[in-house]
């Protein structure tokens, strides 16, 4: 089965600073997704990010407050920019591998994050 | 815009009893996953079906994927302590994207 990693696996942060998630994987993937799971809730889809290219945010988050980067087909990172209260929630990232050839997603582990 | 609808919210059962949770939607999906996940952990992919039709038995647990590709449906038999969790349904739309259900949150007693 695929390794995923996170970094930091939890965090307490202060108002108003940002905090980078770091997601590793073991074996190539196409594409990145990276969501954010509320207290209780399910997970929603922050963004997208393919290799070489900008990420593509869904509708409610944007590159100012969630930048990414995706410097190679094994590693991303997401920011939380400029946290508020609100911020606190689980943060997981999500890759398509290029040898499984279909669309299953696997999880990483996830960053638990409360703002203070 | 796609969206699954995932029923029960909450179950409460008692261990050996049999229960099933529901995805429905009005959307096709290209497939359909089922995850399971336990505190401060991430989901954990229990299985993905693809077929019209199809049915994956993992255990003693029974997936369905509807033959329109719109629904799914997860039964557990004799459900035991260890199956509490989670559920999350999560179908395959467009660009790859998984729109995920409101979850299911089970807790089996002894």
């Known amino acids: 089965s695929a390794v995923i990693s996170q970094k930091p696996s939890r965090d307490i942060c202060q108002r108003g600073t940002s905090l980078t998630i770091q997601c590793q994987v073991d074996s190539q993937v196409t594409m990145m997704f990276w969501y954010r799971q509320q207290p209780g809730q399910s997970l929603t889809l922050i963004a997208t990010?393919?290799?070489?290219?900008?990420?593509?945010?869904e509708s409610g988050f944007v590159i100012d407050k969630f930048p990414i980067s995706r410097p190679n087909l094994t590693f991303s990172t997401l920011t939380v920019s400029n946290m508020s209260p609100e911020d606190s929630s689980i943060y997981l990232c999500?890759?398509?591998?290029?040898?499984?050839?279909?669309?299953?997603?696997?999880f990483g582990p996830g960053t638990r994050l409360t703002v203070l | 815009t796609q969206l699954l609808e995932q029923s029960p919210q909450f179950l409460s059962i008692q261990e050996g009893e049999n229960l099933t949770v529901y995805c429905n939607s009005s959307s096709v999906f290209s497939s359909l996953q089922w995850y399971r996940q336990e505190p401060g952990e991430g989901p954990v992919l229990l299985v993905t079906?693809?077929?019209?039709?199809e049915v994956k038995k993992l255990k003693r647990l029974t997936f369905q994927f509807g033959d329109a590709r719109k629904d799914s449906s997860l039964h557990i038999t004799a459900a035991q302590t260890g199956d509490t969790g989670l559920y999350l349904c999560?179908?395959?739309?467009?660009?790859?994207?998984?729109?995920f259900g409101a979850g299911t949150r089970l807790a089996v007693h002894p």
């Open positions: 990010a393919n290799q070489g290219s900008e990420a593509t945010y």
């Open positions: 079906v693809v077929t019209g039709g």
């Open positions: 999560a179908g395959t739309g467009g660009y790859n994207k998984l729109i």
């Open positions: 999500s890759p398509i591998f290029v040898a499984r050839g279909s669309d299953t997603q696997y």
